[in-house]
Each structure stands twice: as C-alpha cells, then as structure tokens.
C-alpha cells in the first residue's frame, strides 16, 4: 500500500505544539478505524519554535527529502507567510490556522486557512468598548502581522502571543497599570490560550477582559475532551495544568479534512516533477513541483469542519478571576451582548448594554466600572478648596484623619461635587483643601477666596459660597443647586398619598376615576392656601398632612423671602452704569473729603 505523506510545523508556542500532535494522531486514527481505506497519510511532526527561518528550513527539507504532499501549520502569521510563498513555489496545499487578516487564500492558489480570521473579532470588542462607556482605547500589539496600529487613556486592547504577554503583563503589574482605574481587553489568540499561561502571569492579568470562539458543549465534545486528556497526560505525563482548546479542535478538522481529500482523491503516493538537471540548483528549486490532483485543495478548502468554523458566528466574553476565566457574557452577531445566550429569539434587539453582562471584576479587584481615561497621568490631581465653618455641618464638614493626616470632607455640598465627579464620561483624580490652608479662616471671610492669596492654589471650590459680581469676573460658577425643582411634584405626591390612604372608607375621596383625579389635585393644591374642604378620618392621613403643611410653611417662606429679594436688588441695581453717561447729563463727581 502506498502512503502519501504530509508534514506538520508547530504551532506558536512549546506547549500549544503538545496539545496539537496529540489532536492530529487521534484524527488520524479516529478517520482510518472505521472505514476501508487505499491510502493512509502519516505525519512527519517539527517543532520551528518562534523562528521564521527556521520554519521555512523545516518546510523544505521535508519537501525535499520527504516528499510530503501537504503542509500543516505553522501558526505564526510570519511564519505562515513564509511557508504559503514556499506552497505556492511547489504547488503544495498549506493548510495554516493563522489567524492574521494580511494572509488571504485569494492572493495564493495553495493556501487554507484553517481557522478564522482575527479580523472577526473586532465587532465584538468595540462592542465591549461601547458598553461600558469608553471613547477612546489604546491598541498593544506584537510588532508583526497579528496586530498593526500615548495617550492618556486607560482601556488597553491586547493583540499578543502568549509568550510576549507573558512577560509583558508581567512587567505592567509591576508599574501599577494592572490596578483600580484600567481595564484591558485581550484577543482570542491569548484567550484562547490561557490555561497555557503560567500561573505567575495569570495573577498578573486579573480582571481583564476577554473575547474568544464559543464552541457549544456537546456530549461528543465531552467524550472527545476526556480521551484527549486521557491520552495527552499518557504522552506526556511531566506537563501539568494543560488543557484543549480551540486550536487542537482545528487541527483535528484539518487532518481529518486532509485524510479525507487524499481517500477521494486517491493520491498513492507524493510526485513531484524534477527541473532538469543544472548547476547551482537551489534547495527549494531542486524539489520540482508537485504534480498531485489540483482537486486536492479545493476538497480540503470545502470540507465542513467538525467543532470549529472558518466564521464564528459566537464570541464568548470571559473575565481572568483566581486561577481561570470567568464566563461574563456572549457576543453574537444579530443580537450584540448578552449574559446568556441567545439562539432565534424574535423579539431580542442588538444590545450593547454593560448590563446584559454578568458581574465583572476589574483590575484591582474592584467591582466598579474603570472610567477609562484620566485627566493626568503625571501623578497630579485636581486640587477642591473645601468651606468649612463652624456653623451648617449639614452642609460641609472638614475633618482631618488621626492617623495618615488625609482630609476628609463630608456635607451636601460634598456629596453633589463627588456625584457630579462620578457623572463624568472620565476619571478625574481630586484632593479636598481646607479653608484653614487658606487665609480668612479666623474670620470666615469669604470674600477673597476665589482669589489666591496662599502658596496653596486651589483648582476649584466645594461650599456654600454665594455668587457675587466680582467673584464672577474670575471664576465659572455652577449653577445653584440648591434651588429645588422637585417641590411641586411634592405637591400632587402627597395628594396622591392622602388619596390612597382615605379613598377606600372616605366616600369624599371616592366617585369615578376623572372626578377622584380631580380631587387629588385639588386637595394638594389646596393646602397652600389652608383651604382644603374636604374630611380626612384616618389619623395616618392626619400626620401625613401635619407634615405637609410645615413643608408648604417653609416653601413658601422661603418662595416669600427669595421674591422679595429679588424686588429688593432689582431696586438697588445703579440707573448710571458708565462714567459717559454722567459727562453726557452733565452731573458732577465728588467724594467726601477725608475718604481714602
């Protein structure tokens, strides 16, 4: 019996190239053990490691001294270059499961990519992106074909083999840029590979995100799972914590779509047409050309795979927590995110909402969402001079912690600025100054605060401090937050509420449903003027109104007061504003003698 041949070049790292050659010999028995078969392909295994050189020296000495009729692998995007330019010189199929987006089989006739294109992705993370509110992210790649693109921001998208992530994690947690505030995304290429990784690494990538293919479970899968373990562990029992993944199930598609081209085809044995004998022949032009069926590649190219797809229609979005990867969520095509699944539901809508995906722990072991992008990263911060007198406490209160001195500021006003801080598309680093840092704090003297008047320089202020002309000319105010706008929907709350306690025993707050909305309108409106004419019986309803009527007491005080104001400094406003205007009226100007 003839047997055709095929080579195989390792995948991209060490311990990927084991879990490999173990999925090609299972295709290759599990594709011969059930049928009657003329031919039989048999691997010839070299492991290229990360050169490039090495992989395409590997390539020609089995053409030439093997006759190998197929060539599987390498993965490495410059590897897999070199090789295809090779395949196409001889005419022999390369069947690679790299995943770059510059290598196409439409630019080589004898190119097959057995996997899919990492390009696929990229929905998928901007998906991420989007979600999660971050609008600007900083692309990390290895400096070759898997990745081709300072900035302050803090969501990093990383495109790396596992070996250079290893040490470049490694080297990120060291200066603090794997902590509270950063998030970072990786590729399926790492994903994919994680059980991999060392454990030193893993600890260093906590809380990072990741997309990588889903494959459904299946029992086939399950069984499939458990003899390759079985069997990885006989061969090689000194290796520890390795797993399958998606790169062994694509090369157990591939030999088994090889083997079963070459069993149609019915090639018996490699032929290759010689050159005619001259000097000075070169390696690779003294293997000829391969003069196997052209059919070949077009079967391999058409073979339906078994468990992985040229484009996966699913990502699985996974989040590094402990010793693994924590499923968080899935990304689909049609339906975006979502924490399950979704398979033909009519009434999903494409989502790419951070709530459609389950809990995840970020960078830092923080539970709240990185805000992406910081104002500096220099290590300065945004410097709040913080009111603190002795009276309203409600309002600011500055105490300063025994212990590490750190000044800690509590109040309404504090809670509004740091709401305020919270609501910003970005992060914006801030430390609290006392007044007593500044001058006037003996007096309690606001009127220069805005002014700086200490080697302290604040950046802004957080306080009751009231907006006046001359403070205005030299800094930007907010707007008065302390003005409510909720007060009149107190109004019709509380008619409601005194509605619903009385209207079930209470026959005036009973009748149809236009005249008892009515009477909910009336009766809170009412109360202003103390002319309600309507019973209450309940004495719940009873405290309910006592307390309204104090809340309608000091609103309109306070309604009072603020009007009366406002008539009062409308009154005082200057009639002449411009010393032109005395000149043009022809009035005098003077002072009172002793004035300075």
Same mark, same amino acid.
Request: glycine share 6%; aromatic share 8%.
């Given at each position: 019996m003839e047997i055709p041949r095929f080579c195989y070049i390792s995948m991209l790292i060490f311990m990927s190239y084991y879990?490999?050659?173990?999925?090609?010999?299972?295709?290759? %028995?599990?594709?011969?053990?059930?049928?009657?078969?003329?031919?039989?392909?048999?691997?010839?295994?070299?492991?290229?490691?990360?050169?490039?050189?090495?992989?395409?020296?590997?390539?020609?000495?089995?053409?030439?001294?093997? *006759?190998?009729?197929?060539?599987?692998?390498?993965?490495r995007s410059v590897q897999a270059d070199f090789v295809i330019d090779i395949g196409d010189k001889v005419r022999v199929p390369v069947i690679s499961p790299s995943t770059s987006p510059t290598l196409s089989s439409k630019e080589s006739q004898y190119f097959i990519r057995s996997a899919w294109c990492s390009s696929s992705q990229a929905k998928a993370i901007a998906a991420i992106v989007k979600a999660f509110g971050w609008k600007e992210v900083t692309l990390v790649?290895?400096?070759?074909?898997?990745?081709?693109?300072?900035?302050?921001?803090?969501? +990093?998208?990383?495109?790396?083999?596992?070996?250079?992530?290893?040490?470049?994690?490694?080297?990120? %947690?060291?200066?603090?840029?794997?902590?509270?505030?950063?998030?970072?995304?990786?590729?399926?290429?790492?994903?994919?590979?994680?059980?991999?990784?060392?454990?030193?690494?893993?600890?260093?990538?906590?809380?990072?995100?990741?997309?990588?293919p889903y494959i459904p479970r299946s029992p086939e899968l399950s069984r499939f799972t458990k003899r390759w373990r079985r069997r990885f562990h006989e061969e090689n029992p000194e290796m520890d914590r390795t797993e399958l993944n998606v790169f062994g199930l694509w090369a157990y598609d591939s030999t088994t779509a090889l083997?079963?081209?070459?069993?149609?085809?019915?090639?018996a044995s490699p032929r290759f047409k010689k050159p005619m004998q001259r000097w000075n022949l070169t390696d690779l032009e003294a293997i000829g050309i391969s003069i196997s069926d052209p059919s070949l590649v077009?079967?391999?190219?058409?073979?339906?795979?078994?468990?992985?797809?040229?484009?996966?229609?699913?990502?699985?979005?996974?989040?590094?927590?402990?010793?693994?990867?924590?499923?968080?969520? +899935?990304?689909?095509?049609?339906?975006?995110?979502?924490?399950?699944? *979704?398979?033909?539901?009519?009434?999903?809508?494409?989502?790419?909402?951070?709530?459609d995906l389950g809990g995840v722990v970020w960078p830092g072991r923080g539970v709240l969402v990185p805000k992406g992008w910081e104002v500096s990263t220099n290590g300065t911060k945004l410097k709040v001079g913080v009111t603190n007198k002795s009276g309203f406490p409600e309002f600011t209160r500055v105490e300063r912690d025994s212990e590490t001195n750190a000044v800690e500021a509590t109040g309404f006003c504090i809670d509004v600025f740091k709401q305020v801080m919270e609501s910003l598309p970005y992060g914006v680093p801030y430390e609290f100054i006392p007044m007593d840092f500044l001058d006037h704090v003996s007096t309690g003297d606001y009127s220069d605060i805005t002014i700086p008047t200490s080697n302290v320089v604040c950046d802004a202020f957080a306080g009751d401090v009231t907006i006046t002309a001359n403070r205005s000319d030299l800094v930007d105010f907010t707007i008065p937050y302390t003005e409510s706008g909720v007060a009149g929907a107190f109004f019709f709350f509380t008619g409601f509420v005194v509605w619903a306690l009385e209207h079930r025993t209470n026959e005036e707050f009973q009748g149809p449903p236009l005249q008892q909305v009515g009477t909910i309108f009336w009766f809170s409106l009412s109360t202003i003027f103390s002319a309600q004419r309507e019973r209450i019986i309940s004495n719940l309803?009873?405290?309910?109104?006592?307390?309204?009527?104090?809340?309608?007491?000091?609103?309109?005080?306070?309604?009072?007061?603020?009007?009366?104001?406002?008539?009062?400094?409308?009154?005082? *406003?200057?009639?002449?504003?411009?010393?032109?205007?005395?000149?043009?009226a022809g009035e005098y100007v003077g002072y009172q003698y002793g004035s300075c």
């Open positions: 879990v490999v050659r173990t999925c090609i010999s299972m295709a290759i %028995e599990d594709f011969y053990s059930n049928r009657n078969h003329t031919t039989m392909i048999v691997p010839h295994f070299r492991d290229s490691g990360t050169d490039a050189v090495a992989a395409a020296s590997a390539a020609i000495e089995l053409l030439k001294n093997t *006759q190998v009729m197929a060539i599987l692998g390498p993965q790649y290895e400096d070759n074909n898997y990745g081709t693109s300072s900035t302050t921001t803090r969501v +990093f998208v990383v495109v790396m083999l596992p070996n250079l992530a290893s040490r470049f994690f490694q080297m990120a %947690e060291e200066v603090g840029m794997v902590a509270e505030g950063y998030a970072w995304i990786i590729s399926d290429v790492l994903t994919s590979l994680l059980d991999s990784v060392d454990s030193e690494t893993i600890e260093a990538m906590q809380g990072i995100l990741g997309v990588r083997a079963d081209a070459v069993e149609r085809v019915g090639v077009h079967l391999i190219r058409n073979y339906k795979s078994k468990w992985g797809q040229l484009q996966p229609s699913v990502f699985e979005i996974v989040n590094v927590v402990g010793a693994g990867a924590n499923r968080v969520g +899935f990304w689909t095509e049609r339906y975006g995110i979502s924490q399950k699944l *979704q398979v033909d539901d009519p009434k999903a809508v494409y989502s790419t909402k951070k709530d309803t009873r405290f309910v109104v006592i307390v309204w009527m104090f809340v309608v007491l000091v609103l309109t005080s306070s309604y009072t007061a603020s009007l009366t104001t406002m008539l009062t400094v409308q009154q005082l *406003q200057p009639t002449i504003t411009d010393v032109r205007d005395l000149i043009e």
